[in-house]
């Protein structure tokens, strides 16, 4: 049961834990499982339970395009988790969606300089830093965020393609645990005593509140 109690715990945990965690925890949990087969005699029963409840309940969710992006902008990661089949087929997926981000901003920052009007040419005119030749395709900016060797989440700011990838699909959390420790600090606001607390007050105390224990923990 250790490999299960470490999965639960990694998923359950607030800080730097995303939605891309769950395709990779469950991969790495199911090749943990089949490895203790051959070691052990009494629980094999026990472990082919817990691989068959697995795949009955995260049943098609490999095959699911935003929790595979989720997890291949994980600069932790990247393709690293896949076998070589799905590699093929997780950076054409990344192609795709990579093209599809980049047009969409494409077609974004055209509508700004539209509105802008003459003070967007001057400060283009007057802009006195580097600027770069051209923009990288997307396909290529996925091509080297694939082949960068930095495991820092920070390393994105070199990608803003892949950035607002990992953003955009990598906002959810893969467990309600810590919305449930937020609903407990609501019980703690929201008393019999402070019954008249308006709706706009309660929530800047639960932010503030959220916040601090935020900090401690990161301390």
């Known amino acids: 049961m250790q490999p299960l109690a470490v999965a639960l715990d990694m998923l359950q945990v607030e800080n730097k834990c995303y939605i891309g965690f769950l395709l990779l925890t469950l991969t790495s949990l199911e090749c943990k499982l089949r490895a203790l087969k051959p070691s052990v005699k009494l629980t094999v029963p026990l472990i082919d339970a817990i691989l068959s409840d697995l795949d ?45 981000v980049q047009q969409q901003t494409a077609t ?3 509508d700004t300089d539209n509105v802008s009007g003459s003070a967007s040419r ?13 923009n990288t395709d997307a396909r290529t900016e ?23 990838l990992f953003l955009q699909y990598n906002t959810a959390l893969p467990s309600i645990a810590p919305v449930e420790k937020l609903f407990s600090l609501g019980g ?4 019999p005593i ?8 309660f929530e800047r105390q639960m932010l ?12």
């Open 56 to 100: 009955t309940r995260f049943a098609g969710y490999s095959d699911r395009s935003e929790l595979i992006i989720a997890s291949v902008t994980l600069p932790q990661f990247r393709l690293r988790w896949l076998d070589e089949a799905k590699k093929a087929a997780a950076r054409s997926l990344m192609y795709e969606y990579a093209t599809a």
């Open 108 to 110: 974004t920052s055209h």
């Open 122 to 134: 001057e400060d283009d005119f007057f802009c006195f830093e580097a600027q770069p030749a051209e």
């Open 142 to 164: 996925v091509d080297m965020f694939l082949v960068d060797t930095s495991r820092d989440i920070h390393c994105l700011n070199r990608y803003p393609v892949i950035q607002k």
């Open 188 to 191: 703690q606001i929201l008393t």
């Open 194 to 201: 402070r019954n008249r607390l308006t709706p706009a007050h």
């Open 208 to 219: 503030l509140r959220a916040n601090k224990c935020a900090f401690r923990i990161t301390d």
